[in-house]
Each structure stands twice: as structure tokens, then as C-alpha cells.
């Protein structure tokens, strides 16, 4: 059962390297060879002082090797690029708790929600059943997380109950869009902890009402790339 009241992790940790001028296989190569576990370990530090969060990232309990790193890479390479064709999607590259790649999808909700509502429009909806048929659906093998935010206009009283149900609109939507149940791991909101912009202005409070959905490697995915065996 997922965790309504799950907050979302300070997924600074995650965004490591997403500025870094390299595709996920590149990245993904360097992450699994000697520096994965150095990272794994950096990300995992900075997850664990935050004692409401969850990692973002399969439970291998092994190191993953440079081959198997270069092929979830690749394949983190693609689910990128057909992201990147969703109407008003923000696409990233991040690492995950295992310092594996992984993609973060932003959709604002500005252009998820009116004002105050957790309703999904019609635009929504068409940026949302793509998402569901080019990427997700294509890519069982990626576990998903799914994160609402809103600006610090209001309580937190308003505002986190908010962004749980925005972030739970997505799934709902996705689900209907025949994204399997089992895919999706966590679901939940952040309030208006994590902000990304400057509240103080209307552009930054845009920014900050947001559904974050994160892919990354589920625990098969992990063990078919170490078996050389990932398509």
C-alpha cells in the first residue's frame, strides 16, 4: 500500500549530476564502474538526514557494475528522448539512490490544474496519455514516483493535503492509461518544501506548483543489466 502521507525525499541529492555535459550512457558507465559506490554513498548520506523521505531507488543490496551502469544508461538515454516529446514536459537526467541513471519528468501545474484545483484539464490529459503510451507503457522495466509541489502561497494545512492529491490525479490519470498499478511505487506530496523557484514572484510560485514523475531502474531491470541480458 502506498504511503498517503508519503513527503518526498530531498531530491537534491538525486539531481547530482544533472548538469553534468554527458548522456546517460556515458554517465551511467562512470556511475557503475568504481564511482558508484563513492556516489551511492554521497546520496545516500544526504537522503538519510531527511527521516520522512524515501530513496528513489530499487533495494539491490550489490554494486552494479560499468557494463550493466553503460546498458541502464542507454536504456535511460531513450526513455529520456521519447519524454522529451511530450507537449510541456520537463525532461532531466538524475541519479538515483543506487547512483543508477534516471529521468525526472516535471509537468507544471500550471499546466496540470487551475488555481487551487487538483482537477487535471484537457491539455493534461493529451500531454499525460502520451507520457503513458511512449514512455511508461515502453518501459515496464522502470519503477516509477510520483511527487506533487505547490508554491508557500497558504498553509501548510492547505497546501500539503494539495499536493498529494495533484500528485495522485497523475497516477489516477496514468493508470487509466493502462500504466500498471505494480509500476508505480510511491505517490505522494511535498507541500511546499522543495521549491525550485523564488516564491516571492509569480514566475517562481509557477514553477514551484509542480507534479514531478521520477523513472528508474526497478530491481529486474538492475539484474538483467548485470546478466547482460537488458534490451
Do not use: W
Not at 525525499?9 to 544533472?18: E, N, T
Not at 537522503?47 to 536504456?75: E, N, P, Q, R, W
Not at 502520451?130 to 522495466?141: P, Q, T
Request: with cysteine; hydrophobic share 40%; net charge positive.
Amino acid at each position: 500500500m502506498k504511503n498517503s502521507k508519503f513527503v518526498a525525499i530531498s531530491l537534491s541529492a538525486v539531481l547530482l549530476l544533472s548538469g553534468c555535459n554527458m548522456n546517460n550512457t556515458t554517465k551511467g558507465g562512470l556511475i557503475g564502474g568504481g564511482s558508484g559506490a563513492a556516489l551511492g554513498a554521497i546520496i545516500g548520506n544526504i537522503i538519510g538526514k531527511d527521516a520522512k523521505g524515501t530513496a528513489i531507488g530499487a533495494a539491490i543490496g550489490t554494486a552494479v557494475g560499468t557494463s550493466a551502469g553503460v546498458l541502464i544508461g542507454k536504456k535511460m538515454d531513450k526513455a529520456k528522448a521519447a519524454a522529451e516529446a511530450v507537449k510541456d514536459a520537463k525532461v532531466e537526467s538524475v541519479a538515483d539512490a543506487n547512483g543508477l541513471q534516471a529521468v525526472k519528468v516535471t509537468f507544471d501545474s500550471g499546466i496540470l490544474f487551475a488555481t487551487n484545483k487538483s482537477d487535471l484539464n484537457d491539455a493534461a490529459k493529451s500531454s499525460l496519455q502520451k507520457f503513458a503510451s511512449d514512455v511508461l507503457n515502453v518501459n515496464k522495466d522502470m519503477d516509477v514516483v510520483i511527487v506533487g509541489h505547490t508554491d508557500s502561497t497558504g498553509t501548510d494545512a492547505i497546501n500539503n493535503p494539495l499536493s498529494e492529491r495533484r500528485a495522485q490525479s497523475v497516477e489516477t490519470y496514468l493508470k487509466s492509461c493502462n500504466v500498471s498499478a505494480s509500476q508505480i511505487k510511491s505517490v505522494g506530496g511535498a507541500g511546499s518544501t522543495q521549491p525550485v523557484a523564488d516564491n516571492s514572484t509569480a514566475a517562481g510560485r509557477q514553477q514551484n506548483r509542480r507534479v514531478e514523475v521520477y523513472l528508474y531502474a526497478s530491481k529486474a531491470m538492475i539484474e538483467a543489466a548485470q546478466n547482460g541480458t537488458l534490451q
